[in-house]
């Protein structure tokens, strides 16, 4: 029992997600004033929000439309956007995510998303998982049952890995290159670690990327996990930029969680 007890002190169970937005973009109002002045034009929108100003000075741009806007602002722009589809002006607005808290099971579905995304994952080749965290899917934790048997395949696991980092550390004690050394055996232990094994994931995003992401992730349909994270994300965004996002509804669903639903899919 001591055994057990040590090592699932060494375990942290979790069961969210965490979304840090870690950069967003930054206009050059001098430049676009600049731009406006060669035109004979000057124009002003009322939103703060970078990612919102330059999704709109990309769609007037298409229509050279500055002299003439439309009442209602940067809200009403990009409303009638999101109802006519004209989504490319959308690809201009990004952001950085870090998130953690998720599983290597979830990241093998989010990495399929490409067009728009871009990622960089923890490495377990070179980072040590002996003190590691998992993500337990909520319909296991709910059932203590099947949270015993849960956790106690994740300690299995968990503990052959300790074990075989140890014994190919031995087994390769005649490597000169210490860091080569912990790589290889590290690399070749984590086979042996779950899905479930936690992951961090830096992602960067255009605003059309991530609303095809959370319409195709943040459906009743979607995997669990995922979902969760699709409905995160979209309460982070509709905070970061309403006038984005603004348009989707969150749908509880049966089980306590929620969908997300908008009239503008596939923008």
Same mark, same amino acid.
Not at 16 to 41: K, M, W, Y
Not at 158 to 163: L, M, Q, S, T
Not at 170 to 183: N, Q, S, Y
Not at 198 to 218: P, S
């Given at each position: 029992?001591?055994?057990?007890?040590?090592?699932?002190?060494?375990?942290?169970?979790?069961?969210?997600?965490?979304?840090?937005?870690?950069?967003?973009?930054?206009?050059?109002?001098?430049?676009?004033?600049?731009?406006?002045?060669?035109?004979?034009?000057?124009?002003?929108?009322?939103?703060?929000?970078?990612?919102?100003?330059?999704?709109?000075?990309?769609?007037?741009?298409?229509?050279?439309?500055?002299?003439?806007?439309?009442?209602?602002?940067?809200?009403?722009?990009?409303?009638?956007?999101?109802?006519?589809?004209?989504?490319?002006?959308? %690809?201009?607005?990004?952001?950085?995510?870090?998130?953690?808290?998720?599983?290597?099971?979830?990241?093998?579905?989010?990495?399929?998303?490409?067009?728009?995304?871009?990622?960089?994952?923890?490495?377990?080749?070179?980072?040590?998982?002996?003190?590691?965290?998992?993500?337990?899917?909520?319909?296991?934790?709910?059932?203590?049952?099947?949270? %015993?048997?849960?956790?106690?395949?994740?300690?299995? /696991?968990?503990?052959?890995?300790?074990?075989?980092?140890?014994?190919?550390?031995?087994?390769?004690?005649?490597?000169?290159?210490?860091?080569?050394?912990?790589?290889?055996?590290?690399?070749?232990?984590?086979?042996?670690?779950?899905?479930?094994? %936690?992951?961090?994931?830096?992602?960067? /995003?255009?605003?059309?990327?991530?609303?095809?992401?959370?319409?195709?992730?943040?459906?009743?349909?979607?995997?669990?996990?995922?979902?969760?994270?699709?409905?995160?994300?979209?309460?982070?965004?509709?905070?970061?930029?309403?006038?984005?996002?603004?348009?989707?509804?969150?749908?509880?669903?049966?089980?306590?969680?929620?969908?997300?639903?908008?009239?503008?899919?596939?923008?």
């Amino acid at each position: 029992m001591a055994t057990s007890d040590a090592l699932r002190s060494t375990i942290r169970v979790l069961h969210a997600p965490t979304i840090h937005i870690v950069g967003r973009q930054v206009c050059n109002h001098e430049e676009i004033d600049s731009f406006l002045g060669e035109h004979g034009v000057s124009w002003q929108s009322d939103t703060t929000v970078a990612g919102e100003y330059l999704s709109e000075v990309a769609g007037r741009v298409c229509y050279m439309s500055f002299a003439k806007p439309r009442p209602g602002g940067n809200q009403a722009y990009l409303g009638h956007i999101l109802e006519v589809g004209h989504g490319s002006v959308l %690809e201009h607005a990004t952001w950085n995510f870090l998130i953690t808290g998720v599983s290597r099971s979830l990241t093998h579905e989010l990495i399929r998303h490409r067009a728009g995304f871009g990622y960089s994952q923890l490495s377990q080749r070179y980072v040590d998982e002996s003190v590691a965290e998992y993500v337990e899917p909520a319909i296991i934790a709910a059932d203590p049952n099947l949270h %015993e048997i849960w956790l106690e395949t994740v300690e299995s /696991a968990h503990r052959g890995y300790c074990k075989l980092v140890e014994g190919l550390n031995a087994k390769l004690v005649d490597e000169p290159d210490r860091t080569l050394r912990r790589k290889r055996a590290r690399q070749a232990a984590r086979s042996v670690l779950p899905n479930a094994t %936690e992951t961090k994931v830096f992602m960067t /995003a255009n605003a059309r990327a991530i609303r095809h992401f959370i319409e195709m992730r943040g459906s009743r349909h979607a995997e669990d996990e995922i979902r969760q994270l699709a409905i995160a994300l979209l309460q982070r965004m509709q905070k970061e930029a309403p006038n984005l996002f603004g348009d989707y509804e969150l749908i509880p669903l049966p089980d306590g969680s929620f969908e997300a639903t908008t009239q503008f899919r596939k923008v």
